[in-house]
Protein backbone atom coordinates (compact mmCIF):
# COMPACT_ATOMS: atom_id res chain seq x y z
CA UNK A 1 0.00 0.00 0.00
CA UNK A 2 1.48 3.32 -0.80
CA UNK A 3 1.77 6.61 0.64
CA UNK A 4 -1.00 8.19 -1.35
CA UNK A 5 -3.16 5.34 0.06
CA UNK A 6 -2.79 5.75 3.56
CA UNK A 7 -3.96 9.74 3.33
CA UNK A 8 -7.50 8.21 1.98
CA UNK A 9 -8.22 5.86 4.87
CA UNK A 10 -10.12 6.92 8.19
CA UNK A 11 -8.52 7.46 11.47
CA UNK A 12 -9.76 4.32 12.72
CA UNK A 13 -8.76 2.35 9.90
CA UNK A 14 -5.19 3.90 9.82
CA UNK A 15 -5.09 2.58 13.69
CA UNK A 16 -6.58 -0.92 12.78
CA UNK A 17 -3.57 -1.22 10.32
CA UNK A 18 -0.75 0.26 12.65
CA UNK A 19 -2.36 -2.30 15.40
CA UNK A 20 -1.74 -4.91 13.10
CA UNK A 21 1.88 -4.22 11.98
CA UNK A 22 1.46 -2.89 8.93
CA UNK A 23 4.14 -0.25 7.81
CA UNK A 24 3.78 2.86 7.21
CA UNK A 25 0.29 3.00 8.76
CA UNK A 26 1.72 5.21 11.94
CA UNK A 27 3.87 6.70 10.12
CA UNK A 28 0.40 8.09 8.21
CA UNK A 29 -1.39 8.96 11.36
CA UNK A 30 1.66 10.98 12.42
CA UNK A 31 2.28 12.65 9.01
CA UNK A 32 -2.04 13.67 9.67
CA UNK A 33 -2.04 15.06 12.82
CA UNK A 34 1.37 16.56 13.59
CA UNK A 35 0.80 19.89 12.67
CA UNK A 36 -2.16 20.18 14.81
CA UNK A 37 -0.71 19.10 17.65
CA UNK A 38 2.37 21.06 17.41
CA UNK A 39 -0.09 23.87 17.29
CA UNK A 40 -1.50 23.13 20.64
CA UNK A 41 1.57 22.43 22.13
CA UNK A 42 3.20 26.16 20.60
CA UNK A 43 -0.07 27.57 22.39
CA UNK A 44 0.68 26.15 25.90
CA UNK A 45 4.62 25.78 26.01
CA UNK A 46 5.64 29.16 23.71
CA UNK A 47 8.46 27.53 22.56
CA UNK A 48 9.06 26.10 19.43
CA UNK A 49 11.85 23.93 19.81
CA UNK A 50 10.32 22.76 22.95
CA UNK A 51 7.19 22.52 21.50
CA UNK A 52 8.40 19.60 18.66
CA UNK A 53 9.97 17.77 21.48
CA UNK A 54 6.57 17.20 22.92
CA UNK A 55 5.12 16.61 19.63
CA UNK A 56 7.85 13.85 19.18
CA UNK A 57 7.21 12.79 22.70
CA UNK A 58 3.35 12.39 22.30
CA UNK A 59 3.47 10.61 19.33
CA UNK A 60 5.91 7.77 20.85
CA UNK A 61 3.27 7.94 24.04
CA UNK A 62 0.29 7.60 21.64
CA UNK A 63 2.28 4.64 19.94
CA UNK A 64 2.93 2.55 23.13
CA UNK A 65 -0.55 3.17 24.03
CA UNK A 66 -2.53 2.32 20.49
CA UNK A 67 -3.70 -1.11 21.97
CA UNK A 68 -5.74 0.98 24.19
CA UNK A 69 -6.96 3.36 21.95
CA UNK A 70 -11.22 2.92 21.76
CA UNK A 71 -12.00 3.31 17.63
CA UNK A 72 -15.45 4.60 19.18
CA UNK A 73 -13.34 8.01 19.75
CA UNK A 74 -11.98 10.34 17.68
CA UNK A 75 -8.09 9.87 17.14
CA UNK A 76 -7.66 13.71 17.14
CA UNK A 77 -8.93 13.81 20.38
CA UNK A 78 -7.13 11.12 21.84
CA UNK A 79 -4.03 12.41 20.46
CA UNK A 80 -4.86 15.85 21.93
CA UNK A 81 -5.23 14.36 25.51
CA UNK A 82 -1.82 12.77 25.06
CA UNK A 83 -0.17 16.13 24.45
CA UNK A 84 -1.79 18.14 27.03
CA UNK A 85 -0.63 15.38 29.35
CA UNK A 86 3.15 16.18 27.78
CA UNK A 87 2.65 19.78 28.64
CA UNK A 88 1.44 19.89 31.92
CA UNK A 89 4.57 17.13 32.61
CA UNK A 90 6.55 19.91 30.84
CA UNK A 91 5.31 22.75 33.42
CA UNK A 92 5.61 20.30 36.04
CA UNK A 93 9.55 19.94 35.23
CA UNK A 94 10.12 23.96 34.82
CA UNK A 95 8.12 24.30 38.00
CA UNK A 96 10.66 21.91 39.81
CA UNK A 97 13.89 23.59 38.08
CA UNK A 98 13.02 27.22 38.77
CA UNK A 99 11.91 26.14 42.36
CA UNK A 100 15.55 24.36 42.95
CA UNK A 101 17.07 27.27 40.95
CA UNK A 102 15.99 29.41 43.73
CA UNK A 103 16.85 26.98 46.68
CA UNK A 104 20.19 25.77 45.59
CA UNK A 105 23.42 27.33 45.96
CA UNK A 106 24.01 29.53 42.77
CA UNK A 107 27.13 26.89 41.76
CA UNK A 108 24.54 24.45 42.13
CA UNK A 109 21.92 26.22 40.34
CA UNK A 110 24.02 26.87 37.21
CA UNK A 111 23.73 23.03 36.66
CA UNK A 112 19.84 22.64 36.38
CA UNK A 113 19.01 22.69 33.28
CA UNK A 114 17.53 26.74 31.90
CA UNK A 115 14.66 25.65 29.93
CA UNK A 116 12.66 29.27 29.96
CA UNK A 117 10.40 30.41 27.81
CA UNK A 118 10.63 33.57 25.68
CA UNK A 119 12.56 33.73 22.80
CA UNK A 120 8.67 33.27 20.94
CA UNK A 121 7.13 36.13 23.04
CA UNK A 122 10.36 37.82 22.54
CA UNK A 123 9.67 37.89 18.83
CA UNK A 124 6.27 38.88 18.33
CA UNK A 125 6.18 42.28 17.05
CA UNK A 126 2.64 43.49 17.19
CA UNK A 127 1.41 44.56 20.97
CA UNK A 128 -2.35 43.37 20.36
CA UNK A 129 -1.58 39.63 20.15
CA UNK A 130 1.61 39.67 22.76
CA UNK A 131 -1.75 41.37 24.71
CA UNK A 132 -4.14 38.64 23.72
CA UNK A 133 -1.52 35.78 24.58
CA UNK A 134 -0.66 37.20 27.65
CA UNK A 135 -4.35 37.45 28.79
CA UNK A 136 -4.57 33.77 27.36
CA UNK A 137 -1.57 32.66 29.20
CA UNK A 138 -3.07 33.63 32.16
CA UNK A 139 -6.17 32.02 31.93
CA UNK A 140 -6.21 28.98 34.33
CA UNK A 141 -5.52 25.90 32.61
CA UNK A 142 -9.13 24.69 33.21
CA UNK A 143 -10.61 27.61 31.12
CA UNK A 144 -7.30 27.57 28.79
CA UNK A 145 -7.04 24.39 27.42
CA UNK A 146 -10.80 24.02 26.28
CA UNK A 147 -10.78 27.39 24.58
CA UNK A 148 -7.09 26.35 22.57
CA UNK A 149 -8.92 23.33 21.60
CA UNK A 150 -11.98 24.22 20.47
CA UNK A 151 -11.29 28.08 19.23
CA UNK A 152 -7.80 27.23 18.14
CA UNK A 153 -7.34 23.63 16.86
CA UNK A 154 -11.19 23.36 15.56
CA UNK A 155 -11.86 20.62 17.74
CA UNK A 156 -15.78 20.03 18.82
CA UNK A 157 -17.05 20.92 22.02
CA UNK A 158 -17.44 16.37 21.86
CA UNK A 159 -13.88 16.11 20.93
CA UNK A 160 -12.34 18.34 23.61
CA UNK A 161 -14.65 17.12 26.42
CA UNK A 162 -12.91 13.23 25.11
CA UNK A 163 -9.47 14.40 25.10
CA UNK A 164 -9.80 16.43 28.61
CA UNK A 165 -11.92 13.88 30.16
CA UNK A 166 -14.67 16.43 30.74
CA UNK A 167 -18.78 16.40 29.98
CA UNK A 168 -19.57 18.62 26.37
CA UNK A 169 -21.71 21.25 28.74
CA UNK A 170 -18.66 21.52 31.04
CA UNK A 171 -16.56 22.01 28.41
CA UNK A 172 -19.13 24.69 26.93
CA UNK A 173 -19.13 26.24 30.50
CA UNK A 174 -15.28 26.39 30.28
CA UNK A 175 -15.78 28.24 26.73
CA UNK A 176 -18.32 30.50 27.78
CA UNK A 177 -15.90 31.79 30.88
CA UNK A 178 -12.68 31.61 29.06
CA UNK A 179 -14.21 34.18 26.52
CA UNK A 180 -16.22 36.37 28.87
CA UNK A 181 -12.38 36.38 31.29
CA UNK A 182 -10.33 37.40 27.55
CA UNK A 183 -12.86 40.32 27.13
CA UNK A 184 -12.12 41.84 30.04
CA UNK A 185 -8.96 41.22 29.97
CA UNK A 186 -8.24 42.61 26.24
CA UNK A 187 -10.71 45.17 26.79
Same mark, same amino acid.
Given at each position: M?? %? !?????????? *?? +????? %?????? $?? =???????????? +??? =???? !???? !?? *????? =????? $? +?ARFDPARSLRAWLSGIALNKCRDWARRRRVRAMLSRVLPVAAAEAVADDRVGTEAAAIERDSLAHTLAALDSLPEGLRSPLILCAIEGLSQAEAAEALGLSVKAIELRIRRARAALREKTG
Open positions: GE %R !DWAGLADGDL *VA +LARAG %RPGAYA $AI =VTRHKAALYRLI +LAH =VRDA !DEAL !DL *VQESF =VSAHD $A +L
